[in-house]
Protein backbone atom coordinates (compact mmCIF):
# COMPACT_ATOMS: atom_id res chain seq x y z
CA UNK A 1 0.00 0.00 0.00
CA UNK A 2 1.25 3.77 -1.04
CA UNK A 3 0.57 4.57 2.97
CA UNK A 4 2.67 1.65 4.31
CA UNK A 5 5.30 2.53 1.61
CA UNK A 6 5.42 6.67 2.58
CA UNK A 7 5.30 5.97 6.48
CA UNK A 8 8.18 3.70 6.15
CA UNK A 9 10.26 6.07 4.00
CA UNK A 10 9.82 8.79 6.39
CA UNK A 11 10.55 6.42 9.16
CA UNK A 12 13.80 5.20 7.60
CA UNK A 13 14.78 9.10 7.11
CA UNK A 14 13.62 10.63 9.90
CA UNK A 15 13.53 8.12 12.87
CA UNK A 16 9.85 8.34 13.45
CA UNK A 17 6.78 9.96 12.93
CA UNK A 18 7.41 13.31 14.11
CA UNK A 19 8.38 16.91 12.28
CA UNK A 20 11.48 18.69 13.23
CA UNK A 21 10.29 21.86 11.13
CA UNK A 22 10.33 24.94 13.32
CA UNK A 23 6.49 26.27 13.40
CA UNK A 24 4.26 28.56 15.74
CA UNK A 25 0.87 27.33 16.09
CA UNK A 26 -2.35 28.87 17.10
CA UNK A 27 -5.02 26.69 18.47
CA UNK A 28 -8.43 28.40 18.93
CA UNK A 29 -10.55 25.41 18.65
CA UNK A 30 -8.07 23.76 20.99
CA UNK A 31 -5.07 21.30 20.53
CA UNK A 32 -6.56 18.35 18.75
CA UNK A 33 -3.79 15.76 19.55
CA UNK A 34 -4.58 17.03 23.73
CA UNK A 35 -8.40 16.91 23.12
CA UNK A 36 -7.67 13.00 21.04
CA UNK A 37 -5.55 12.45 24.57
CA UNK A 38 -7.97 13.23 27.33
CA UNK A 39 -10.73 11.47 25.64
CA UNK A 40 -8.44 8.12 25.26
CA UNK A 41 -7.60 8.45 28.55
CA UNK A 42 -11.37 9.20 29.77
CA UNK A 43 -12.26 5.56 28.37
CA UNK A 44 -9.40 3.85 30.65
CA UNK A 45 -10.37 1.30 33.24
CA UNK A 46 -8.57 -1.21 35.07
CA UNK A 47 -9.05 -4.52 32.76
CA UNK A 48 -9.56 -2.57 29.38
CA UNK A 49 -8.20 -3.34 26.35
CA UNK A 50 -7.07 -0.31 23.88
CA UNK A 51 -6.58 -1.05 20.37
CA UNK A 52 -5.09 1.81 18.38
CA UNK A 53 -5.14 1.54 14.09
CA UNK A 54 -2.44 2.96 11.96
CA UNK A 55 -0.05 3.46 15.48
CA UNK A 56 3.46 4.67 13.52
CA UNK A 57 5.90 5.20 15.50
CA UNK A 58 3.42 4.71 18.65
CA UNK A 59 4.98 7.56 20.23
CA UNK A 60 1.17 9.38 20.84
CA UNK A 61 -0.20 5.53 22.04
CA UNK A 62 2.57 5.06 24.45
CA UNK A 63 0.97 9.09 26.00
CA UNK A 64 -2.22 7.17 26.97
CA UNK A 65 -1.33 3.70 27.39
CA UNK A 66 -0.72 3.67 31.35
CA UNK A 67 -5.11 4.13 31.35
CA UNK A 68 -5.39 1.15 29.81
CA UNK A 69 -4.08 -2.89 31.23
CA UNK A 70 -3.21 -4.31 27.64
CA UNK A 71 -2.48 -2.05 25.11
CA UNK A 72 -2.28 -3.25 20.98
CA UNK A 73 -0.99 -1.14 18.23
CA UNK A 74 -0.88 -2.14 14.78
CA UNK A 75 0.17 -0.95 11.64
CA UNK A 76 1.58 -2.22 7.87
CA UNK A 77 4.68 -0.27 8.28
CA UNK A 78 7.33 -2.52 9.23
CA UNK A 79 9.82 0.50 9.86
CA UNK A 80 7.62 2.39 11.89
CA UNK A 81 6.75 -0.45 14.14
CA UNK A 82 10.35 -0.72 14.47
CA UNK A 83 10.49 2.70 15.91
CA UNK A 84 7.67 1.84 18.04
CA UNK A 85 9.18 -0.80 19.86
CA UNK A 86 12.25 0.97 20.50
CA UNK A 87 10.04 3.93 22.05
CA UNK A 88 8.02 1.18 24.27
CA UNK A 89 11.15 -0.16 25.58
CA UNK A 90 12.63 2.83 26.52
CA UNK A 91 9.56 3.65 28.63
CA UNK A 92 9.41 0.59 29.80
CA UNK A 93 5.65 -0.35 29.01
CA UNK A 94 5.30 -3.99 28.65
CA UNK A 95 1.72 -3.83 28.72
CA UNK A 96 1.81 -2.47 25.46
CA UNK A 97 2.01 -4.73 22.33
CA UNK A 98 2.94 -3.17 18.93
CA UNK A 99 1.62 -5.77 15.75
CA UNK A 100 1.65 -5.83 12.01
CA UNK A 101 -2.02 -6.13 10.65
CA UNK A 102 -3.83 -5.29 8.44
CA UNK A 103 -6.57 -2.72 9.52
CA UNK A 104 -9.49 -3.62 7.14
CA UNK A 105 -8.76 -7.57 8.44
CA UNK A 106 -7.47 -7.52 11.79
CA UNK A 107 -7.23 -11.43 12.74
CA UNK A 108 -8.71 -10.12 16.42
CA UNK A 109 -11.81 -12.03 17.67
CA UNK A 110 -15.44 -10.79 18.17
CA UNK A 111 -16.21 -8.48 20.73
CA UNK A 112 -12.32 -8.53 22.25
CA UNK A 113 -11.60 -4.56 23.02
CA UNK A 114 -12.50 -2.27 24.94
CA UNK A 115 -11.52 1.07 22.97
CA UNK A 116 -10.32 1.40 19.20
CA UNK A 117 -8.77 4.73 18.17
CA UNK A 118 -7.12 5.63 15.08
CA UNK A 119 -5.72 8.81 14.91
CA UNK A 120 -4.93 10.51 11.12
CA UNK A 121 -5.36 6.34 9.90
CA UNK A 122 -7.54 4.20 8.33
CA UNK A 123 -11.20 3.64 9.39
CA UNK A 124 -13.21 -0.26 7.87
CA UNK A 125 -16.21 0.60 10.25
CA UNK A 126 -17.38 -2.76 9.82
CA UNK A 127 -14.35 -4.08 11.40
CA UNK A 128 -13.72 -1.33 13.85
CA UNK A 129 -17.55 -2.59 15.23
CA UNK A 130 -16.79 -6.32 15.03
CA UNK A 131 -13.81 -6.40 17.41
CA UNK A 132 -15.17 -3.87 19.55
CA UNK A 133 -17.32 -5.73 22.66
CA UNK A 134 -20.80 -4.37 23.28
CA UNK A 135 -21.07 -0.75 25.32
CA UNK A 136 -17.01 -0.07 23.51
CA UNK A 137 -16.31 2.75 22.41
CA UNK A 138 -13.74 3.90 18.84
CA UNK A 139 -12.68 7.00 18.30
CA UNK A 140 -11.19 8.89 14.91
CA UNK A 141 -8.71 11.99 13.97
CA UNK A 142 -9.06 13.01 10.78
CA UNK A 143 -8.27 15.50 8.72
CA UNK A 144 -11.04 17.69 7.34
CA UNK A 145 -11.68 18.48 3.34
CA UNK A 146 -10.55 22.14 4.11
CA UNK A 147 -6.74 21.17 5.44
CA UNK A 148 -4.13 23.12 3.54
CA UNK A 149 -6.47 23.79 1.13
CA UNK A 150 -4.40 27.00 -0.87
CA UNK A 151 -1.24 24.41 -0.69
CA UNK A 152 -3.45 21.99 -2.37
CA UNK A 153 -4.58 24.07 -5.14
CA UNK A 154 -1.09 25.76 -5.64
CA UNK A 155 0.37 22.20 -6.19
CA UNK A 156 -2.80 21.10 -8.03
CA UNK A 157 -2.88 17.93 -6.52
CA UNK A 158 -3.05 16.35 -2.27
CA UNK A 159 -4.66 14.90 0.11
CA UNK A 160 -8.50 14.67 -0.34
CA UNK A 161 -7.83 16.78 -3.20
CA UNK A 162 -10.88 18.60 -4.13
CA UNK A 163 -13.51 17.78 -1.22
CA UNK A 164 -13.54 20.76 0.03
CA UNK A 165 -16.38 21.16 -3.09
CA UNK A 166 -18.34 18.35 -1.43
CA UNK A 167 -19.83 16.69 1.77
CA UNK A 168 -17.72 17.35 4.88
CA UNK A 169 -15.71 14.12 5.47
CA UNK A 170 -15.93 14.40 9.01
CA UNK A 171 -19.88 13.67 8.05
CA UNK A 172 -19.28 11.02 5.60
CA UNK A 173 -17.45 9.44 8.29
CA UNK A 174 -20.13 9.35 11.11
CA UNK A 175 -22.52 7.98 8.49
CA UNK A 176 -20.20 4.74 7.97
CA UNK A 177 -19.99 4.57 11.45
CA UNK A 178 -23.52 4.80 11.65
CA UNK A 179 -24.32 2.51 8.88
CA UNK A 180 -22.02 -0.13 10.60
CA UNK A 181 -24.13 -0.04 13.63
CA UNK A 182 -22.02 2.13 16.15
CA UNK A 183 -24.09 5.47 17.48
CA UNK A 184 -22.32 8.44 16.90
CA UNK A 185 -21.75 10.50 20.31
CA UNK A 186 -19.07 13.73 18.96
CA UNK A 187 -18.56 15.25 16.15
CA UNK A 188 -15.90 17.73 16.75
CA UNK A 189 -13.92 19.87 14.25
CA UNK A 190 -10.74 21.95 14.90
CA UNK A 191 -9.59 24.90 12.39
CA UNK A 192 -5.81 26.04 13.29
CA UNK A 193 -3.17 27.91 11.56
CA UNK A 194 0.52 26.76 11.95
CA UNK A 195 3.24 30.00 10.78
CA UNK A 196 6.88 27.70 9.91
CA UNK A 197 9.67 30.11 10.63
CA UNK A 198 11.22 29.90 7.35
CA UNK A 199 10.55 28.25 3.23
CA UNK A 200 13.32 25.74 4.37
CA UNK A 201 10.94 24.36 7.70
CA UNK A 202 7.88 24.30 5.70
CA UNK A 203 9.43 22.35 2.86
CA UNK A 204 11.07 19.65 5.26
CA UNK A 205 7.39 19.76 7.04
CA UNK A 206 6.37 18.36 3.95
CA UNK A 207 8.38 15.75 3.29
CA UNK A 208 7.67 14.06 6.73
CA UNK A 209 3.89 14.07 6.32
CA UNK A 210 1.22 13.22 3.71
CA UNK A 211 -0.48 16.33 2.78
CA UNK A 212 1.16 15.66 -0.90
CA UNK A 213 3.04 12.32 -0.55
CA UNK A 214 4.76 12.91 -3.67
CA UNK A 215 6.09 16.30 -2.75
CA UNK A 216 9.28 16.95 -4.51
CA UNK A 217 11.64 20.08 -3.50
CA UNK A 218 12.58 20.71 -6.79
CA UNK A 219 10.68 19.37 -9.09
CA UNK A 220 7.32 21.62 -6.87
CA UNK A 221 9.86 24.22 -6.40
CA UNK A 222 7.72 27.21 -8.72
CA UNK A 223 4.87 25.99 -7.13
CA UNK A 224 6.33 26.01 -3.80
CA UNK A 225 7.76 29.69 -4.24
CA UNK A 226 4.27 30.84 -5.00
CA UNK A 227 2.84 29.94 -2.42
CA UNK A 228 5.00 30.85 0.07
CA UNK A 229 4.88 34.47 -1.60
CA UNK A 230 1.18 34.34 -0.82
CA UNK A 231 1.33 33.02 2.37
CA UNK A 232 3.92 34.42 4.28
CA UNK A 233 2.68 36.86 7.38
CA UNK A 234 4.90 38.51 10.15
CA UNK A 235 4.53 34.93 11.80
CA UNK A 236 6.47 33.15 9.02
CA UNK A 237 4.50 31.40 5.95
CA UNK A 238 0.95 30.28 7.18
CA UNK A 239 -0.48 26.69 6.98
CA UNK A 240 -4.09 26.50 7.82
CA UNK A 241 -5.66 23.14 9.07
CA UNK A 242 -8.74 21.64 9.52
CA UNK A 243 -9.13 18.05 11.56
CA UNK A 244 -12.23 16.81 13.19
CA UNK A 245 -12.87 14.17 15.89
CA UNK A 246 -15.73 11.69 15.83
CA UNK A 247 -16.38 9.47 18.44
CA UNK A 248 -19.07 6.02 18.64
CA UNK A 249 -20.06 3.86 20.67
CA UNK A 250 -21.60 0.26 19.98
CA UNK A 251 -24.61 -0.31 22.10
CA UNK A 252 -24.58 -2.12 24.57
CA UNK A 253 -25.78 -6.17 24.45
CA UNK A 254 -29.38 -6.11 25.59
CA UNK A 255 -30.53 -9.21 28.01
CA UNK A 256 -33.45 -11.39 27.35
CA UNK A 257 -36.19 -11.09 28.18
CA UNK A 258 -37.92 -13.74 31.07
CA UNK A 259 -41.47 -12.63 31.00
Known sequence: MMDAEFYSRVAERFGGYFSNARSTDIFPDGRPDAVFDELVTALGAQNAQLLDVGCADGRSLLRVSSAYSSVIGMDLSPAMLECATRYRADAG?????????????????????????????????????????????????????????????????GQNFGSWNG???????????????????????????????????LDTFLHQVPIVDTYDTAADKEAF?????????????RLRRHWFIVEARKPAAVAPSHV
Open 93 to 157: LEHVTFELRDASDTGLPDGSTDVVTSRRGPLFAGEFERVLRPGGSLLYMGIGEQDARELKETLGR
Open 225 to 237: DRYVATMTADQGV
Open 167 to 201: RPLSEELAQELSDAGLVVTRNQAFRFEEFYHSADD
